[in-house]
């Protein structure tokens, strides 16, 4: 089986995300959680890179707040377009590469958001950078940024293969890596359906593991400052033998 890039792998279930990851009841607290992190300083405009099916993004809008968000998947952007539609969203939905933004005007938001494990799918190096510029790029003077992935100081040391299973009777979903290296690990996923028989499809994409060393370096190299590091969005203690996740807030130049 051949792995695929992370545009075809997210293509490839598209209707089945949102299953998948509870989205209709995933982003009730959202709304709360980003009054808390900004307090009075709730953002006028927010960019979500890497917005999947944009729940974030719709839920965000509620708020009264000019929301955008981009993903290279042509498939989830349309379920994200789908799901404004239907929920009276004002929210807007592009195609677009994170590590270019080219469809975003320069200084054009207050706010960018990288969240649910984005980052490792920005394979080399460069690619981390030129996502980070860019995100520097669309965002105004004094703007932030909210960066989160997995913790995979912690993945790496412990090899734990099964990372999730999700689903219903009818329709189960099994998440697993292979670690391939310390520069590489493999993510894969295991879709069974049942209509009168099971079936199954097995995808799978390379991940990058980067550590929370290298983004911090790598963010401060391409316009950001005033770098935090947390545990999780409560602006938990970030522990790297402990924490599940990275949280990153930063603060333009």
């Given at each position: ?7 075809e ?21 959202v709304?709360?959680t ?17 917005c999947?099916s ?7 809008s509620k708020?009264?707040i000019?929301?955008?968000?981009v ?10 377009r ?36 984005t ?8 690619s ?10 669309v ?48 993510f ?21 593991p980067?550590?929370?060393?290298t ?10 400052q ?28």
């Amino acid at each position: 089986m051949g792995h695929l890039k992370y545009t075809e792998f997210y293509s490839e279930f598209a209707n089945d995300y949102d299953s998948m990851t509870k989205d209709s009841s995933r982003w009730a607290k959202v709304q709360g959680t980003y009054i808390k992190l900004f307090g009075d300083l709730l953002p006028e405009r927010i960019l979500d890179a890497g917005c999947g099916s944009g729940g974030e993004m719709v839920a965000l809008s509620k708020l009264g707040i000019t929301c955008f968000g981009v993903d290279g998947s042509a498939e989830m952007i349309d379920q994200a377009r789908q799901k404004a539609i239907h929920s009276g969203s004002n929210a807007e939905f592009l195609v677009d590469d994170i590590s270019e933004l080219s469809k975003i005007e320069n200084g054009s938001v207050d706010l960018v958001i990288c969240r649910g494990n984005t980052l490792p799918h920005l394979r080399i190096s460069d690619s981390l950078g030129s996502a980070f510029s860019a995100f520097s790029r669309v965002t105004r003077s004094g703007g932030r940024l909210v960066l989160q992935w997995l913790n995979y100081d912690l993945i790496l040391k412990d090899k734990k293969r099964l990372v999730g299973v999700s689903g219903d009777n009818n329709e189960v979903f099994t998440r697993f890596y292979d670690f391939i290296s310390s520069e590489e690990v493999v993510f894969n996923l295991l879709i069974q359906n049942y209509d009168e028989k099971w079936k199954s499809k097995w995808i799978s994409t390379p991940l990058t593991p980067w550590t929370s060393d290298t983004v911090l370096d790598t963010l401060k190299r391409n316009g950001w400052q005033d770098v935090e590091i947390y545990g999780d969005i409560g602006k938990s203690e970030f522990k790297p033998d402990n924490s599940n996740n990275i949280v990153v807030l930063a603060r333009k130049n």
